[in-house]
């Protein structure tokens, strides 16, 4: 197997409605060398924590799931493994009419100086890309985006017409994700949700 064939990852949840519009499959991509404070994902930063998983069985398991309207990459940072990256990609628009949302701490322009002409085959295949590093001090809240710094690229048509919408809305939700005896948290979590879900444990605790 080359680098190409696996990816690191720290999960995928099957079905989620709050990473993106509809009902998607998410994987989150493991390892990120950016230090966010404030970062949602902390254990997702660790550049060999997480699993290997290849990028054929992932792909069995999203061609698999039934109901989806897309899949929703993120991490992490999807793009530290290009490679696997891109074939994961390339597999989902050749063998399933599902759309793309990327993320990625890095923004637009960074990976322009990155990866120069290597980066239209990854992005060609995506529909919605949210680029840029998590700021706490512009976390207002916004749907799919930690903070407002992060910006949203429609780079095809499926979800242009609903662009200011998108920017607009607030409501953030997430979903708890249980798999054996671990509880996974799906989605951006509201602004202060940290405190304010501490205070209840600890509230909880108490009686
Ligand atoms: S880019 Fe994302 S995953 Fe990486 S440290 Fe920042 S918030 Fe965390």
């Known amino acids: 197997m080359d680098e190409s064939d696996r990816i ?4 995928y949840v099957c079905e989620t409605a709050v990473l993106g519009p509809g009902r998607r499959f998410a994987v989150w991509f493991q390892g990120c060398a950016k230090r966010c404070r404030g970062c949602i994902n902390p254990e997702g930063q660790k550049l060999d ?10 792909l069995g398991k999203i061609r698999q799931r039934q109901g989806i309207q897309g899949v929703t ?8 493994q290009y490679r696997g990256l891109k074939r994961l990609l390339d597999g989902i628009k050749e063998e399933t009419k599902l759309d ?3 993320y ?27 680029d840029g590093e998590y700021h706490q001090d512009e976390d207002h809240g916004s749907i799919y985006r930690g903070s407002d710094n992060q910006d949203i690229y429609f780079f095809t048509e499926r979800f242009r ?4 919408e998108i920017y607009r809305t607030k409501n953030r939700d997430i979903e708890f994700s249980i798999e054996g005896e671990a509880v996974y948290m799906v989605g951006v979590p509201p602004k202060d949700f940290y405190p304010e879900f501490i205070k209840k444990i600890s509230a909880q605790a108490e009686k």
Do not use: A, W
């Not at 690191?8 to 999960?11: A, M």
């Open 100 to 102: 793309v949302m990327l």
């Open 73 to 80: 990459v993120s991490g992490g940072e999807p793009f530290l």
């Open 104 to 130: 990625s701490g890095y923004t637009l322009q960074e990976l322009q100086g990155k990866f120069g002409d290597d980066l239209m085959p990854v992005l060609r295949h995506v529909d919605i890309f949210i």
């Open 161 to 164: 017409d609903f662009r200011e």
């Open 8 to 11: 690191r990852i720290s999960n």
């Open 49 to 58: 924590g997480g699993r290997l998983i290849s990028v054929e069985e992932l």
